[in-house]
């Protein structure tokens, strides 16, 4: 068993509490405010050059070795969502509308335990780590931010690792896939302008709406007809709003929704499709339509041989028959910005347990975790960093 392991367990309670208090009080995407204090006295309390603000309220540490290595990026992110809690525990959440139901509290638990673990090993460190503690996720922003003010400068990292709980596995199970397992987000509109008119003369009118009809069927051909079936694609429309009145026809019709790829040349052929149905489906109705789409985040792309790694180092702490190596998902994360160009890898600890009641979905309002996936996640954090920083006989 992992010597990481056994001494997570001397921090079980001190992360259960930090864990319940961070979920009582929930922030939203940059106002986490409260959270990146705590985040930030803690690091500071570890000896660690401390930046604050970083991304508006993101927070980066950095722990130097002794000796000449290479950089290690650990990310975790901090913000909740605007949810109202369901739940009926002690530590439900005390901020109307807002609650973690995605894991973010156990993210930064996990990673301020982990900064604990390696900053008692500060003196057998080969090189550095950079914690970086995140804002934003949930609205895709977070990470572009941090960057935009240097994190991943002075010094750049060579490699970059985090993790998210996931309750679409029971706890104690834990994937780690080589390649792409989170896919890219864009988020696409298309505004459809038509000639309004009263609805008992359409031949006087050019109806955005029939339009609009015709397009939310056709897009549907893009994945279906011009994506290769063995690679993957989602184009969704997420949002139609046109007109006020029964017997009105609009002047326009607007449209949003969302393109999820693994591929960059797949996301470049589905954006040049949407936009060839969107204007050639309007303009057969004689409409005009106008496409916007805007990238949300990359695809999180796990280098093969840091994916292996971790999975061997998972098999070590929770048997090799629960470890999968082939779970993808067509959700999205930022943390695709902070691995561009970085040999990284993102990996899911699983969090649910049913008989518990805990195994509801992420963003569901009854969302929470088995806090067990708490301390195999930072096992396994702690582990994989020390197998870049540190030399094996140093690790325990």
Same mark, same amino acid.
């Given at each position: 068993m992992s010597a990481f392991y056994?001494?997570? #367990?001397?921090?079980?309670?001190?992360?259960?509490?930090?864990?319940?208090?961070?979920?009582?009080?929930?922030? @939203? %995407? +940059? #106002?986490?405010?409260?959270?990146?204090?705590?985040?930030?006295?803690?690091?500071?309390? @570890?000896?660690?050059?401390?930046?604050?603000? &970083?991304?508006?309220?993101?927070? &980066?540490?950095?722990?130097?070795?002794?000796?000449?290595?290479?950089? @290690?990026?650990?990310?975790?992110?901090?913000? %909740?969502?605007?949810? #109202?809690?369901?739940?009926?525990?002690?530590?439900?959440?005390?901020?109307?509308?807002?609650?973690? %139901?995605?894991?973010?509290?156990?993210?930064?638990?996990?990673? @301020?335990?982990?900064?604990?673990?390696?900053?008692?090993?500060?003196? =057998?460190?080969? =090189?550095? &780590?950079? +914690?970086?503690?995140?804002?934003?996720?949930?609205?895709?922003?977070?990470?572009?931010?941090?960057?935009?003010?240097?994190?991943?400068? %002075?010094?750049?990292?060579?490699?970059?690792?985090?993790?998210?709980?996931?309750?679409?596995?029971? &706890? =104690?199970?834990?994937?780690?896939?080589?390649?792409?397992c989170m896919a890219a987000a864009d988020v696409w509109s298309c505004r459809i302008t038509g000639y309004g008119g009263h609805g008992a003369q359409p031949d006087k009118t050019r109806d955005p709406i029939v339009a609009a009809a015709q397009v939310v069927s056709a897009v549907q051909t893009i994945a279906s007809r011009n994506v290769n079936p063995l690679d993957m694609a989602v184009v969704t429309v997420g949002a139609i709003h046109g007109g006020d009145a029964f017997n009105v026809i609009p002047p326009v019709v607007e449209m949003k929704g969302t393109i999820r790829t693994y591929r960059k040349d797949t996301q470049a052929l589905v954006h040049r499709r949407l936009h060839d149905i969107c204007e050639g489906v309007a303009s057969a109705l004689q409409c005009q339509a106008g496409v916007e789409i805007r990238t949300m985040t990359l695809a999180v792309d796990n280098d093969p041989e840091i994916a292996d790694r971790i999975a061997r180092i998972a098999a070590g702490i929770v048997g090799e028959e629960n470890v999968l190596r082939n779970l993808r998902t067509m959700g999205s994360e930022d943390m695709s910005f902070l691995m561009d160009d970085i040999p990284g890898c993102y990996f899911f600890i699983g969090s649910a347990n049913a008989e518990r009641g805990l195994n509801y979905p992420h963003h569901n309002p009854r969302f929470d975790i088995d806090e067990e996936a708490m301390f195999i996640g930072a096992a396994i954090l702690a582990e994989a960093a020390a197998s870049f920083i540190l030399p094996s006989g140093e690790q325990g």
């Open positions: 056994e001494e997570v #367990q001397t921090l079980r309670q001190e992360m259960i509490a930090r864990r319940r208090d961070l979920h009582r009080h929930p922030e @939203l %995407a +940059f #106002q986490e405010t409260r959270t990146a204090g705590i985040v930030a006295a803690a690091l500071s309390e @570890l000896g660690l050059e401390v930046r604050t603000g &970083v991304g508006k309220t993101g927070v &980066v540490a950095l722990l130097e070795g002794d000796r000449e290595g290479p950089t @290690l990026l650990i990310r975790a992110d901090m913000d %909740a969502l605007p949810i #109202q809690e369901e739940n009926e525990t002690d530590y439900v959440s005390e901020t109307p509308g807002v609650m973690h %139901a995605c894991g973010h509290d156990a993210h930064t638990t996990i990673g @301020l335990a982990v900064a604990k673990m390696l900053s008692q090993r500060r003196a =057998g460190i080969r =090189g550095r &780590v950079k +914690f970086v503690f995140q804002p934003a996720e949930e609205i895709g922003e977070g990470a572009r931010a941090m960057i935009e003010d240097g994190v991943l400068d %002075a010094p750049r990292p060579d490699f970059s690792i985090g993790l998210h709980m996931w309750n679409e596995l029971p &706890v =104690g199970r834990v994937a780690v896939t080589a390649g792409p």
